[in-house]
């Protein structure tokens, strides 16, 4: 099934007139744009099959192009340039050149699931997109998206320690995506979030002791002492070892 969709096709390849008679007939109004043809040649016959090797998007050969992905789209909703459907539709016919002038936008999925529960033939477009992402940084198109480089991190320590310290996660994460901490903390979201959690609008309002008993102290404790002093799963060493040879085997037999 072909795709119409005017904010897709390139504004060069688009002539429109006022007014505009073809074969005697007026076709203006709603005729008055006519696409100008062209001939791929520049296709990946096995792009398709690439793709399917990432987990989640190993049915996306079902695809039968009914939109609802796109139509049910978080991000959709709030740019119209975000398309699942259209980009399947490209993995499909191997059209890899299509999909990367879309590479700084596709590793903004959300993950809600709206597109893959409403797919009539399950084809997971949520997985699709991922992975897609992942395929545009292995290759080296495009840097690691924000969410890549948590997702490492978080399993970085999983596979290290058998679990996770949140305060290390989010401070990894934070310096290996350059972002400022302190500015975060004093004008941005952090610093809202901390208020709102810890109920200083009530310190504001001179009410000191409802802002007293909201006050956490043995958690910020908890926190900096894991951070110098690491947990870690008794007995981790050798199951580690285990998980990360099975992990590279994974990687490698997927992608070969």
């Known amino acids: 099934m072909a795709i119409h969709e005017k904010t897709l096709i390139d504004a060069d390849r688009l002539i429109t007139s006022d007014k505009l008679v073809v074969d005697g007939v007026d076709v203006s109004g709603h005729w008055n744009t006519m ?30 192009q009914c939109g609802s992905c796109t139509n049910s789209c978080t991000m959709y909703a709030q740019n119209t340039d975000f398309n699942p459907r259209y980009w399947i539709y490209l993995t499909r016919l191997g059209l890899k050149d299509e999909i990367l002038k879309d590479k700084d936008i596709i590793w903004q999925c959300v993950s809600c699931n709206k597109c893959t ?34 997702d490492e991190e978080f ?11 949140d305060s290390e996660v989010m401070s990894n994460f934070f310096k290996n995506t350059k972002q400022d901490i302190v500015q975060m903390a004093l004008h941005g979201w952090l610093g ?21 008993a909201r006050v956490p102290i043995m958690h910020p404790i908890h926190m900096g002492l894991s951070m110098v002093i690491k947990p870690k799963t008794k007995s981790w060493g050798r199951t580690g070892e285990v998980l990360r040879q099975y992990v590279k085997e994974q990687k490698e037999m997927a992608h070969g």
């Open 155 to 165: 399993a970085r320590q999983c596979l290290d320690r058998g679990r996770i310290e």
């Open 192 to 212: 809202i979030f901390v208020a709102r959690m810890n109920k200083w609008t009530e310190l504001k309002k001179g009410n000191i002791g409802k802002f007293l």
């Open 35 to 64: 696409i100008l043809p062209r001939t791929l040649t520049d296709y990946d016959d096995d792009f398709e099959a690439k793709i399917q090797t990432y987990d989640g998007a190993e049915n996306v050969h079902r695809c039968w």
């Open 117 to 150: 529960n409403i797919c009539p033939k399950d084809v997971r477009p949520e997985g699709v997109m991922k992975a897609l992402a992942h395929w545009i940084e292995e290759e080296g198109f495009g840097p690691k998206s924000n969410s890549t480089i948590f």
